[in-house]
């Protein structure tokens, strides 16, 4: 039975008040028979980090594809971990829309942050117009194996794959529990072609307008083992609600 894994992603919002307030509520939260996570904006990590209640994980939005040098700008996934950060997410649609990322790019920056000793959570999904023209798994069959390409056999269960349609992502509109389902399903038969036993060791969970209202009917999907949640992980009772259905 795979452990139901939900993480915050902050995006690009927070302030260290912010970051006080939501540490104090998430202690609340049980991280017990689930695993929860929090991905804030680089530069509160080191907050984050010290006052993270036990048993929670911490997270990098991003990572350079870059270890060191005259890279402006860039922060390194040997730095996040410096810093006690323990997840890498990549690949996000975001990332790959509005800064260009290229398949290319997230492969390696899979492997950087799982040679910096980091777990990886790889962001796939089609966007509005892909569903309609029925390309749905041709593109995430081409995120997944581009996502994976890098990484040895050994390596691959220490990736998790987020499920995130983009016309679900921050819209209002979630994917229905069955829609999701489907789609999981042959993910989980795509990460068997790429490595026999994948199928069952890697967790995929799902992204895109999660809130405490919708999430216990899409958890109760077989192949849906946790959520990456954005909008509703800036509301701590929403969030905690959230972990609380994982549980
Ligand atoms: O990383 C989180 C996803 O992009 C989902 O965002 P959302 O929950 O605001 O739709």
């Known amino acids: 039975m795979r452990k139901k894994l939900v993480a915050a992603n902050w995006k690009l919002n927070g302030s260290p008040e912010f970051v006080d307030s939501m540490m104090f509520e998430l ?17 509160f990590i080191p907050q984050v980090k ?14 350079s594809l870059y270890e060191q040098g005259a890279f402006t700008g860039e922060v390194a996934a040997d730095m996040v971990v410096a810093c006690g950060g323990s997840l890498a997410l990549v690949g996000h649609s975001e990332r790959r829309s509005l800064f260009a990322e290229t ?7 899979v492997a950087v942050a799982l040679k910096s000793g980091m777990d990886v959570v790889l962001c796939v999904g089609e966007s509005l117009a892909e569903r309609n023209s029925d390309e749905t798994m041709a593109v995430i069959q081409r995120q997944l ?29 979630t994917a229905t529990p069955e829609q999701a389902q489907e789609v999981h399903h042959n993910i989980r038969a795509l990460l068997r072609v790429l ?5 069952s060791a890697v967790r995929i969970i799902y992204g ?40």
Not at 103 to 109: F, G, I, P, R
């Open 27 to 43: 202690a609340k939260v049980k991280c017990d028979t689930v695993d929860c996570a929090v991905f804030p904006p680089f530069v």
């Open 145 to 173: 194996e581009a996502g994976f390409s890098l990484v040895s056999p050994e390596d691959v269960s220490r990736v998790c794959v987020a499920y995130e349609p983009v016309w679900a992502i921050g819209t209002g509109v």
């Open 208 to 247: 895109g307008s999660v809130k405490a209202a919708n999430v216990s009917d899409l958890f109760v999907m077989p192949d849906i083992d946790g959520a990456l949640v954005g909008g509703a992980s800036l509301d701590a009772k929403e969030f905690s609600a959230i972990c609380e259905a994982a549980r």
């Open 195 to 199: 490595q026999p036993g994948a199928e």
């Open 103 to 109: 398949d290319a790019e997230v492969a390696k920056k």
């Open 50 to 63: 010290s006052a993270l209640p036990a048993g929670w994980q911490l997270g990098a939005q991003n990572v």
